[in-house]
Every structure is written in structure tokens, then in C-alpha cells.
């Protein structure tokens, strides 16, 4: 329910970029398909795995091909959100130029489409496949993502260096400031997803490693279990940050859920306009 707040609270924030925008709609979209879909699949698989109860071959196919699915969308979503911030700290003014919105729709479309592919493999039976394309996009997206925010944290010092060192006066000079602090704390917001994220996501991919590697066990079948759950637990975790984090999406979840809570919490006002009829007018 959070995330279905979330997606409607970040599109209707009208002070964030246009291209930020798409790419945390895409991303809240797959932690709210993973809500509604993946989890409670993944929760009925146990619950019949502790009955000793075969939850049947196409329900599991259904639940690893959501699963593939939406967490390859929420890993390269990241990763995408991550290099947009470099490029809006990097460029500066020609960010607008270069990143327009049109090309982080493909972007986003390709993301789609790609998850879409590598989950549809376990329907062909190229379980180890699809395996090792995870394991390639995964070490290459955790590499982009660590270059990145490693560029990004120098980049940050050297502006804020900058910034103490000079007068501003001109307003045109205020203005950039101001817009260039405002990347920052997106940037920053995107920071403590990516390692929440991080948090989630790494020991399923290790799991996965040593499994390709050592092959399966009773142990390592278990840290596989608790891994899905810790992936699940991302999806919970991402609009907590962006509440916490952004305070554009912050204030307009504050908002939202405020104006839910005044419907809920609304009186109705009674009007007696005679002794036998009562007529209520809500507010």
C-alpha cells in the first residue's frame, strides 16, 4: 500500500525532474507488482513446502518467472537511477541537452524487455543460462554503480569546494547553486536506496555464485530461502527512503496520506429539519 502511494505521490510531484521522474515510477512500479504478485506466491510455495504439500510445477514456474522478472526491473532500475544522477551532476547544463525524456522511456522500455527475456528462460529449461546471465549483469550493474557513485562523491567535493571558496553575488550564479544543492539531494536520496539495495540483493547473488560453483546443499538451500525473503524486503524498504530521503516525494506522501486520513476520520453533520425525518450532509 505504500509503494501504490509512493508511484502516486512521485507522479504527481511536479518539482522533479522529468527524467527522475520516469525512472523512479518504473522502479516503485515493480516493488508494487512484487507486493501483489511475487510475495504472496513466494509465502503460499512455503506454506505448502511445511505442509509437505507439491505446490505443482507451472505455480513454481509462475513464481521464479515473476520473481526473475521484477527483481532484474528493480536491479537495473537502480543502476539506471544511479547513472542519471552522475550525468545530472556531471554535465550540468548540457544534462537537459543529452538526457531527454524520450530517451529514458527507451531506456526504461529496454529494461523491460530485458527482465522479460532472462525471466522467460526458465520456460525454455536454461535454468543454469539464465543463472549466469544474472551473475554477468549483476557484477557488471554492481561495477557501474560503484565507479559511479565513487565519481559522484568527488565531483560533490570538488563543487562544495568551489562553492566555499568563491562569493556568489550574481543571481543567475544563486540560481545554479540552488538547483545544483537540489541534485545533490536526490543524488543522496538514490545513494541510501542503492545501499539498502545493496543490503538485499547481495546475498542471493553470493548464494547463487557458491551454488554454481560448490553445488547445492541443505545449508545453502536454506540462506537461499532467507536471501528471497531479504530481496522481498527491498521492495518494502525503497519508499521508506524516499520519504525519508526526498523531500519533494516526502511532502506529498505527507499530503496524500493526510487528505486519506481526513475521508476516513470525516463526521457526518446531522441537519433535524423536522421531528420525523433526519437528513445527514457529509462534509
Known amino acids: ?34 507486493g501483489l504478485f511475487t510475495q504472496p506466491l513466494y509465502s503460499s510455495h512455503l506454506i505448502k513446502w511445511l505442509q509437505l504439500d507439491d505446490p505443482g510445477c507451472k505455480t513454481r514456474q509462475m513464481w521464479f518467472i515473476s520473481c526473475n522478472l521484477l527483481s532484474t526491473v528493480s536491479f537495473l532500475g537502480v543502476v539506471a537511477v544511479s547513472v542519471d544522477r552522475f550525468f545530472a551532476l556531471h554535465l550540468h547544463l548540457r544534462y537537459q541537452e543529452l538526457v531527454t525524456h524520450k530517451r529514458v522511456v527507451i531506456v526504461v522500455i529496454s529494461i523491460w524487455v530485458f527482465s522479460a527475456f532472462v525471466s522467460s528462460i526458465t520456460l525454455w529449461g536454461l535454468v543454469s543460462t539464465r543463472d549466469l546471465i544474472i551473475l554477468v549483469s549483476a557484477s557488471f550493474g554492481f561495477f557501474i554503480t560503484a565507479v559511479v557513485y565513487i565519481r559522484i562523491y568527488l565531483t560533490v567535493r570538488r563543487h562544495r569546494n568551489q562553492i566555499q571558496s568563491m562569493q556568489i553575488r550574481d543571481k543567475a550564479q544563486s540560481d545554479i547553486m540552488k538547483n545544483f544543492a537540489g541534485v545533490i539531494k536526490s543524488t543522496v536520496g538514490i545513494f541510501y536506496v542503492y545501499l539498502v539495495f ?9 548464494c547463487l555464485a557458491v551454488t554454481r560453483i560448490y553445488g547445492s546443499n541443505s545449508a545453502l538451500k536454506k540462506f537461499f530461502l532467507f536471501s528471497w525473503t531479504l530481496v522481498y524486503l527491498n521492495s518494502t524498504l525503497n519508499p521508506v527512503i524516499y520519504c525519508w530521503k526526498m523531500r519533494q516525494t516526502r511532502h506529498a506522501i505527507i499530503d496524500i496520506l493526510w487528505k486519506i486520513y481526513q475521508r476516513i476520520n470525516q463526521p457526518s453533520r446531522v441537519i433535524y429539519n423536522r421531528p420525523s425525518s433526519v437528513v445527514h450532509v457529509d462534509n
Open 1 to 34: 500500500m505504500f509503494n501504490i502511494v509512493t508511484v502516486y505521490a512521485i507522479h504527481k510531484t511536479s518539482a522533479m525532474a522529468k527524467t527522475l521522474k520516469t525512472l523512479l515510477l518504473s522502479l516503485a512500479c515493480s516493488d508494487v507488482a512484487v
Open 198 to 206: 545493496l543490503s538485499c540483493y547481495l546475498p542471493l547473488l553470493i
